[in-house]
Nanobody
Framework: QVRLVESGGGLVQAGGSLRLSCTTS????????MGWYRQPPGKQRELVAS???????TYADSVKGRFTLSRDNADNTVYLQMNSLKPEDTAVYYC??????????????WGQGTQVTVSS
């Protein structure tokens, strides 16, 4: 079974920074896609940033210029550097991965989430 573990959340003042990490473990042939999603209180889950196996990145308009997604292929880890944080960034942040297994079957996995709280 594939497991995704997020870390790095916490409480920060507006204008501060946090770096989230997500490590994927298990029997994996290839990770086609990894992404960060977030769910603010009382709202739907939304895409924050993503990266494909080819290195193509996508960012939500609300975080462009403030958040940066990077990866460490050797560790199957992605990072989300969050700068100039705003109270509107407060949410539970979830990691997602689209995985090709050694038997070539594809599956999608979610982490348990990490809380980010930005105070005014």
């Amino acid at each position: 079974q594939v497991r995704l573990v997020e870390s790095g959340g916490g409480l920060v003042q507006a204008g501060g920074s946090l770096r989230l990490s997500c490590t994927t473990s298990g029997s994996i042939r290839r990770i086609n896609y990894m992404g960060w999603y977030r769910q603010p209180p009382g709202k739907q889950r939304e895409l924050v940033a993503s990266i494909t196996s080819g290195g193509t990145t996508t960012y939500a308009d609300s975080v462009k210029g403030r958040f940066t997604l990077s990866r460490d292929n050797a560790d199957n880890t992605v990072y989300l550097q969050m700068n100039s944080l705003k109270p509107e960034d407060t949410a539970v942040y979830y990691c997602n991965a689209d995985v090709i297994h050694p038997n070539w079957l594809r599956n999608n996995y979610w982490g348990q989430g990490t809380q980010v709280t930005v105070s005014s």
